[in-house]
């Protein structure tokens, strides 16, 4: 069996009897760029902060490139690098002597060429002498990355890295992160917003109120099999259709538009079945027409079942 990036088990956290983080589990792939999802307060970073074990866990396991946390501590270490919150820097010190200083305190013997390598990994070759002050924030992200990579981690957690990056900064922060699963590197970043995921993720959990409700490759919420669109179709008898819709137990959702038009929710194979019913049953179909959904829609749905204690 090939070792996971991370595997997550059961991970919850408790604070004075309120539980923050309540038995999430999930694994991240080799070279995979995985999502935590979810709005101000859901307990991302909460869960970030357990995985690099910053904060304890009241229960949980954690497996990094299969190394147990509690059992392999250094091992576990060495393998992850990580950004929680705003990377701290010495201002008035040089990019690159911020990077040596942290070299000096890593979990791993750290070489020169190293340090060279991710200065050139993360694109500050021309800016690493100059000091950090002088830094834009684009500039002072890409060098906490540069820094939690010091160590050649294969796991790099990043707590909301994009917050205050401009579109462009966060688009080459894409890219940029994209280049490094190129390397074989996996990826776990965290973000309140659904655009934003569905650009730079695989897959993603969507996480709320502590609890993982749902895991999902981008492709798979864009196309997910047990969300049923909308579809509306006009017809010469609404009433008629509506008779016969029932007797076939296809009028979920039943709402009537103006005019001829009435709309049911149903999947595509569906669409096609009340059309040949209504066409054989005498019944003029005018049109179909799916009203199609947002990614946006559809992550706000699957949020909403988790608020009622759905799907994990
Ligand atoms: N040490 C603590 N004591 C009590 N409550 C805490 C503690 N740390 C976090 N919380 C609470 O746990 C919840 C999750 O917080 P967390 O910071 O993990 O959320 P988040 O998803 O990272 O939010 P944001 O998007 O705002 O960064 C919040 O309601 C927060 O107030
Ligand atoms: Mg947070």
Redesign the pocket.
Known sequence: MTKKALEVRSLTKK??N?V?VDDVSFEVEKGEIFGLL??????????IRMIVSLIGRTKGEVFVNGYNIDEQFKESMSEMGAIVENPEFYKYMSGYKNLKHYANMATREVTEERIKEVVKLVGLENAVHQKVKTYSLGMRQRLGVAQALLHNPSLLIL??PTNGLDPQGIREFRDYLRSLTKQGISVIV?S?LLSEMELMCDRFAI?EK?KLIHVSSINQLANQEQFVPTVQFEVDDVNKAFELLKEHQLTNDWKVEEGQQFSIKVDKETTADVNLLLVNNGIKVYSIHPITTTLEDRFLALTSKGEQGGKK
């Not at 979810?38 to 869960?47: D, E, F």
Request: glycine share 20%; proline share 5%.
């Open positions: 604070v004075k309120k923050i979810g709005p101000n307060g859901a307990g991302k970073t909460t869960i707590d909301e965290s309140h996480i502590g």
